[in-house]
């Protein structure tokens, strides 16, 4: 099933967590032998598969009702991709050529004269990162009480004190959440002014469950195999303090992956990329994004999943009406 090295790929998929696995399952099983590059492992993780290899349960994902663990839920996606014929090298592309087809991607040596695969089509679904605090213990906490997702993981803190970090959309939105289950949700930020709407700000000074602690930050959190609390620091007194919670959500931002595709992939002011609405084409022809690179309002692993599928159908369809997809499309799986 596999491609030879010299020829063109029908599709090479540029990352390995939701959306580019599911875009694996559904190319692989269109027959046209995808080729992931999956990433390589991370100082936090070490393997590649995305923003869930991070994180602990996972209840949310239709299908499991017992819930399941992130890094397991991933290895399904992983071995479901292999057994369509999906390829996976642990890979990270480190160039990206797409001014004229096929398509080159470069791994290793960016500057080298050749690309090391070429592609008639790419999928880009590289993700996104929260952006952490830069705690050593965030490492060591995350997913055991430290986390970056109130919708994943609210639900697990029913009557405990929490905190949320950030003065943004983001964090009040999740501090509201949260009211849901937390008995108390304390909002630490570092000015003594929020970022967030007005509408935002009004509905989070009405909650009674919420709390402020303006002017600070959080120096260090405590706890081994769970979180347990958080040291604060006030930035214009000096003064310091310890919290006690059993949960804290980081809600300072999130940063696309899309260092590669400066200049040469439209995205919007925050580097996500720009897709034509309804579906996954970005400017380029042939080239499409699924995920969290293209998505800062749902970060889902279901919506992540949803769009690596969009991505998958708009590439064969395109492939389709360009020519290249592989010859026996009657062999397509009639579910498309
Ligand atoms: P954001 O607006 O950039 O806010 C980030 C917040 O985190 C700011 O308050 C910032 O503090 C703080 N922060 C940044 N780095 C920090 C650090 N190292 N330590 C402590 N605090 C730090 O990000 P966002 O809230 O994720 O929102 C992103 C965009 O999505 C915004 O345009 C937002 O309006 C939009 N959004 C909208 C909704 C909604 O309408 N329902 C919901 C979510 C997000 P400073 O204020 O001091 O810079």
Known sequence: MNQPMDQARN?????????????????????????????????????PGGQLM?????????????????????????SQAARFGAELVTEKAT???????????????????????????????TGARSIMLGLEAESRLLGRGLSTCATCDGFFHQGSDIAVVGGGDSAL??????TKFAATVTVIHRRNELRASKIMQERAFKNEKITFRWDTVVEDLEGDGALEGARL????????????????????????????FRGILDMDDGGYLRTRPGSTFTNVEGVFAA???QDHTYRQAITAAGSGCMAAIDAERWLEAQGDAPGDLAETPTEW
């Open 173 to 178: 939105e999740e501090a509201l959440f949260l």
């Open 95 to 125: 160039r990206v050529d797409v001014s004229s087809r096929p398509f080159g991607i470069w791994v290793g040596d960016p500057e080298a004269a050749e690309p090391t695969y070429r592609a008639s089509s790419v999928i880009v679904s």
């Open 233 to 260: 620091r006030n930035v214009k007194t000096g003064e310091t303090a310890r919290l006690t919670v059993s949960g804290m959500f980081i809600a300072i931002g999130h940063r696309p992956n899309t260092d590669l």
């Open 291 to 293: 995920g969290d690179v």
């Open 54 to 78: 991070l994180t602990t349960e996972v209840e949310n994902y239709p299908g499991f009702a017992e819930g399941i663990m992130g890094p397991e839920l991933m290895a399904t996606f992983r």
């Open 11 to 47: 599709v090479v998929i540029l990352g390995s967590g939701p959306a580019g696995l599911t875009a694996a399952i559904y190319t692989a099983r269109a027959n046209l032998a995808p080729l992931v590059l999956e990433g390589e492992p991370s100082s936090t993780t070490d393997q």
